[in-house]
């Protein structure tokens, strides 16, 4: 049986990506689409991306990229570290990268080029990081950053009355654009929950890895998802990104 499955916001929580792929019984019949942010915050920024290399050997898999995951292209292709980026975690994947060798660093650096920003499928179900302002969609969006930045997408249809039907001249029309939408970024923990969450025909799949969550990984056509255990109980003697 072929599944679609989407997987949160990883944050260089390679065991937390181990758990979820086992407790999924993901197999090679499976694509998997990743929403970005795979490094900055745990301490195994490199073994997911090297992880996630051999993966796409097996599995029909897209990468979605993440604010996160074009700050360490920067830094992968030229050296330069920003002191944000440090700061939001990417001391950890600089750390993670220490003695590498240059042929690695290079592969990696081509994993990161050739993220996709946003994956819109057969069923008219956008994927995508953070969001997008345009009313036309992702498509015209003018500013491509929003694709790995932008908020409003998710705090629009969090404060969209669910009870607005999407024929309604009051649902928004961004949202109207796609059957449904599946984002990262902004993480769960903020509205109250570890778990995946849906806002009008938003599915949120950040349930929190860099912090004090958990990694998730959902079905699309089911819904039904599987999670790690609390990441922060994983790497016990780290603090993730809880310090910002």
């Not at 179900?125 to 998710?154: C, Q, V, Y």
Request: aromatic residues 12%; negative net charge; proline residues 3%.
């Amino acid at each position: 049986m072929k599944r679609k499955l989407v997987i949160g916001d990883i944050h260089g929580a390679y065991k937390a990506l181990l758990q979820i792929l086992e407790r999924a019984s993901v197999n090679e019949n499976d694509t998997l689409i990743f929403v970005g942010d795979y490094v900055d915050g745990w301490s195994q920024s490199f073994e997911v991306i090297s992880y996630l290399i051999e993966l796409q050997q097996k599995n029909d898999c897209i990468f979605i990229r993440g604010n996160h995951d074009t700050w360490c292209e920067q830094w992968l292709e030229r050296g330069f570290a920003d002191e944000v980026w440090v700061f939001h975690g990417g001391q950890a994947t600089i750390n993670s990268y220490q003695n590498k060798s240059e042929p690695i660093k290079k592969q990696h650096l081509e994993f990161f080029q050739r993220l996709k920003d946003f994956l819109i499928d057969d069923q008219n179900r956008l994927f995508i990081h953070a969001g997008f302002a345009s009313m036309h969609g992702p498509e015209k969006e003018p500013h491509s950053t929003n694709f790995t930045w932008d908020r409003t997408l998710w705090e629009t249809a969090v404060a969209t009355d669910p009870q607005i039907l999407v024929t309604s001249a009051l649902f928004p029309k961004r949202l109207k654009r796609f059957n449904e939408i599946y984002i990262g970024h902004t993480p769960t923990i903020h509205i109250g929950t570890f778990e995946p969450a849906k806002a009008v025909n938003v599915w949120n799949v950040d349930t929190g890895a860099a912090f004090n969550g958990k990694l998730s990984i959902l079905d699309v056509d089911t819904k039904q998802f599987w999670q790690s255990d609390v990441v922060a109980e994983l790497y016990p003697d780290e603090t993730g990104r809880n310090t910002d």
